[in-house]
């Protein structure tokens, strides 16, 4: 049997280890290689090859990136940041490629960014954070959020009580930021709805934050945030699937944040038997739905995974 090869970029992270692990747990026949900045991490012990690929933002990324997929005839390629998903919609040679592993053109441009987000929702009447241009706005309800307008994790991320310490993060000159409403409220969810034509699922998780890192996740039922999924990926027109996160106000779910990849819970989903990883690779080479309708768990910890060597 002919060995399937793919490519997981950004090698080091912790999405692209989470996705590693799923397809090695899964799949017998496939090659995985990892594609990143330099090889000084763990990620050369565990991939078959690790190769060089410069910054996304970097001029030479999209050249180096289309010849690595060319040279090794990639079945699947896999970004792992926004930034990379942004960098590839804007190149020819590479968003034309069958292998990667993408969300539409459309949805990437729009969700990838937060503040596009938040104009796409108003418009499409779904609830989700009031959120301005940090920039072009004088007065705001505090508290408030102020975060990067393109990127995930918790870096450069704040909480802004007033405007004395708005003024003192602005004396930062941190680019690129927005100002997004502030949801008091303890309990914040991450969501993920999956669509493969005309079949769709859905995993709604209470989780822990530590740091900005998702510690521990609970499946909750909720049939309202179920509602809201299923109408946002239809609205869409998804095919693939998106993180969505959001808490429960006195208003009903409101949307805070959508990620349109694979996000930092996808091995945490896959212990839990939502597998959308491996149903969405199992689709592309099959042409069919491979969903299961039992959960195997429903909560799950993440524990420190540190390898001494």
């Avoid at 539409?104 to 441009?109: A, G, L």
């Avoid at 997004?180 to 934050?209: A, F, G, P, S, W």
Wanted: aromatic fraction near 12%; charged fraction near 25%; glycine fraction near 4%.
């Amino acid at each position: 049997m002919n060995k399937i090869k793919i490519l997981i970029t950004g090698a080091n992270g912790d999405i692209a280890y989470s996705i590693f692990k799923i397809i090695k747990k899964s799949f017998k026949n496939f090659l995985i290689h990892g594609a990143e900045i330099n090889d000084e991490w763990s990620s050369k012990l565990f991939y078959d090859k690790l190769f060089y690929l410069p910054l996304a933002n970097k001029k030479e990324y999209q050249n180096k990136l289309h010849n690595l997929i060319m040279k090794n005839k990639y079945n699947f390629v896999i970004p792992t940041n926004d930034n990379e998903l942004l960098a590839i919609t804007k190149s020819k040679k590479l968003i034309n490629h069958k292998s990667l592993l993408l969300l539409s053109k459309s949805i990437i441009k729009t969700f990838s960014d937060k503040y596009k987000t938040f104009i796409w929702m108003k418009k499409n009447n779904i609830p989700f954070a009031k959120t301005y241009n940090l920039e072009n706005n004088k007065s705001f309800s505090f508290p408030i959020f102020v975060k990067p307008r393109i990127g995930h994790g918790s870096k450069n991320i704040f909480i802004i009580k007033n405007n004395k310490e708005l003024q003192g993060l602005k004396k930062l000159n941190l680019k690129n930021m927005i100002a997004q409403e502030y949801l008091n409220y303890k309990d914040e969810y991450t969501c993920v709805v999956l669509k493969l034509d005309k079949d769709i699922k859905t995993i709604i998780m209470k989780r822990l934050l530590i740091e900005g890192t998702t510690h521990q996740i609970k499946i909750i039922n909720n049939k309202i945030i179920t509602k809201l999924l299923i109408d946002f990926a239809k609205k869409i027109d998804l095919f693939g699937s998106i993180n969505v996160q959001l808490k429960i106000t006195s208003k009903g779910p409101v949307i805070f944040e959508v990620n349109p990849r694979f996000s930092g819970t996808v091995y945490m989903r896959h212990l839990l038997g939502f597998d959308d990883l491996k149903w969405i690779l199992n689709y592309k080479m099959n042409k069919k739905n491979f969903f299961t309708n039992n959960l195997r768990k429903k909560r799950i910890v993440r524990l420190s995974h540190e390898t001494i060597l």
